[in-house]
């Protein structure tokens, strides 16, 4: 059984605005759901239909049909839970950190996150313009990594100041980055999916970076932000491990 | 204006089936229509509504309503093509090919093949269960680079057995890529996205590669196809440059 209050909580955890105001997110799918439930994120409620075997305190059964009512998905997936926000540690200004200007994309900012948990990178910090990370397609394509990455929302240039390494930028016409000697600790900031890293972000680095085409003269004009994104940490790994 | 057997024609494209028999697909978008006809693929008909100004042969003004029928997109974008399926050169075993073995989200199977244009790989091998490129979601996510990549689907055990160099697989408990010296010459193959690499492929597969990870214990299961395809081009490519 759900209330109609649960309901509506749950419908209004679509919009970033009651997200932050209730600190509360959505989580959906047996897989991701799990991997919450076994990390340090609290969970708020769990609902799930019969012949889901997912077991938590604050659990309640619910049928098909109202899942469907509650559920953000299309098809939805034998169980919703509502998480706790966790909360946000200070950021670690020894490790490499990952920092977003404004990516927008769902999709790319799950891509990230699973790409910061697989390259052992402990900071994402994001623009606040950057794609809320408690945004359901957002959680469903971190695949649980949500939890192993500290993402704080913040003013980029406020870290940039309080930073006293390298700030390396991802740009078109940057040096090749598989000539550098990349350290292990500094910032590697991402821009916008359309018009890149912004004027006074772009201010702040001071060494601008580039993946080298290889392509013909006609090639393709840039590469993803995510799919940059998982070269550039591989690089940076990788030069840590040579060293 | 639009017929009614065009209209017919255009919404049977969106199944492979037809799109084979015909020999034809859809793109949209002005970016990708753009794109596809600045290259050697060849137009069949071209609608556009009146504030879109691309020129080309073979076009017809429609109206907004008209556009919103015969779009696959939930917001059409002023203009949608129908082109040729060009024709597949036979595959050149001297470079690196990219071996794709049934993956099946059009999203990944795009992005590998911006992917492949940007690390200027000509011959991209796909089993026959992999999604269908001109699967009007790949189109659309290729940017245009699906213009640039000979694109073969077929037999992938045949493929490697008319090859005689190395054939290199992505597997989780692979030997350390950033460890080999990656040849020039060779195929790359990349598994299912919940299954990797098939048994009967497997068996072919001559060096196990994997991306290391540098998380904790914890971390994240394994990464996306499409950004494993980023990290392992990377490297070959980087490799290609340092001998």
Redo the contacts between chains.
């Keep these: 059984m759900i209330s109609k209050n649960q309901i509506k909580l749950i419908q209004s955890l679509k919009q970033k605005k009651f997200r932050n105001e209730y600190q509360l997110f959505v989580a959906e799918g047996i897989k991701t759901i799990t991997e919450l439930l076994a990390s340090h994120f609290d969970l708020h409620q769990l609902y799930v239909t019969e012949s889901c075997n997912i077991d938590a305190n604050n659990k309640a059964i619910i049928s098909e049909t109202e899942l469907k009512k509650i559920s953000f998905l299309k098809t939805p997936n034998k169980a919703l839970a509502v998480f706790k926000m966790p909360e946000i540690l200070p950021i670690d200004h020894y490790g490499l950190i990952v920092a977003l200007d404004d990516v927008r994309d769902p999709?790319n900012l799950g891509?990230i996150i699973?790409?910061c948990?697989?390259?052992?990178i402990r900071d994402l910090v994001c623009s606040s313009e950057t794609v809320d990370c408690y945004n359901p397609k957002v959680v469903q394509a971190t695949?649980?990594?949500i939890t192993?990455v500290n993402i704080t929302y913040t003013n980029l240039e406020q870290v940039f100041s309080e930073n006293d390494s390298q700030v390396f930028g991802a740009f078109m016409d940057g040096k090749n980055v598989?000539q550098y000697n990349l350290p292990q600790k500094g910032v590697l900031v991402l821009g916008n999916e359309a018009n890149g890293i912004s004027r006074s972000i772009e201010r702040l680095v001071t060494e601008r970076i580039s993946?080298?085409?290889?392509?013909?003269l006609?090639?393709?004009?840039s590469?993803?932000v995510?799919?940059?994104t998982?070269?550039l940490l591989?690089?940076f790994?990788?030069n840590s491990?040579?060293k």
């Design positions: 999709g891509t699973r790409l948990d697989w390259f052992g695949m649980g990594s192993r598989y993946i080298p085409r290889f392509g013909s006609q090639a393709t004009e590469l993803n995510a799919t940059a998982a070269i591989s690089e790994k990788r491990i040579e």
